[in-house]
């Protein structure tokens, strides 16, 4: 009976935390009397690649594919925003996209054409954002 009870309390449990997490890429947050819904996205970040000893032609070549890959990926409503780093390091640049999971986006970046030719690498990690947030 005792083991009856405690499995009829887990399951209404795990119903009643289930109900809460419909979307788990979404909750409400508090914060001194603002509600602010939080979701999460995915941030990536280009890495300088292994292989940037392309000619100018070719190199121009690859730019401008890259550049055709991200207005694709904005046209299909996957990336948010994207953007070079104003600095000359390692790393190049970001995207922000609206996707269910890092896999679905390191796949979308995985088949950018400087990726392809090593001219850039990428990690893609889960980033929460105040939904709605514009920039200035």
Known sequence: ?????LVVASMLL??????QTDNPREFTHEENGVTYTMKQYVF???LSGTDRSQGE?????IQENHLAHLGKLEEEHHL???GPFGDDTEKRGILLFDLETVEE???LVGD???VKANRLD????PLWLAKGTELP
């Open 44 to 46: 990536c970040m280009y």
């Open 1 to 5: 009976m005792e083991k009856s009870i």
């Open 105 to 107: 986006a390191s796949e």
């Open 57 to 61: 032609e070719e190199g121009a070549a």
């Open 80 to 82: 948010i925003m994207a």
């Open 14 to 19: 795990s119903l009643s935390i289930s109900a």
């Open 122 to 125: 990428f990690e893609c990690h």
């Open 112 to 114: 950018d054409p400087a």
